[in-house]
């Protein structure tokens, strides 16, 4: 009991001041418990927060991976032979042996103009008048 008593505190008049240790006690809890408490929801916001982003990512992952497969066919048609012969024809004009290419003889509907004809001009004339007709001369 001797022990004990010397740990209480004693104020100015003598008397132990029981009260006033446990009301600073109970307060320095209160004060880690709410630090505790606003420790562990802001950690739990955090994880939370976290999990979304691997969420979304995963989708990204996955959007890719069905890009990717996609791409890989489309490579894979690419390189097949009906591909390079589709090409051919479509954008270079080509044809195979059998196949008889026939265009008409006035495609864009501009009549030919020969250097024989009267109305042929050098290229650089047809500019000069493009740009400066009634302006000089």
């Known amino acids: 009991m001797k022990k004990l008593s010397s ?28 630090f505790a408490i606003v420790s562990l929801s802001s950690n739990t916001v955090n994880l939370v927060n976290r999990g979304l982003v ?24 690419v390189k097949t032979e009906q591909f390079l012969e589709q090409e051919a024809r479509n954008s270079l004009g ?17 009549e030919k103009v020969t250097a024989d004809s009267k109305d042929w001009l050098p290229p650089w004339r047809q500019w000069w008048e493009l740009f400066f007709r009634g302006i000089i001369f």
């Open 7 to 34: 740990f209480i505190a004693y104020n100015n008049t003598g008397s132990a001041s029981m009260s006033t240790m446990g009301k600073v006690f109970k307060i320095l809890l209160l004060l880690f418990l709410l």
């Open 54 to 77: 691997v969420r979304k990512e995963k989708q990204d992952l996955e959007a890719l991976r069905e890009s990717n497969e996609q791409l890989r066919a489309q490579l894979d048609y």
């Open 94 to 110: 080509l044809t195979k042996d059998e196949t008889v290419l026939i265009l008409p003889e006035d495609i864009f509907g501009i």
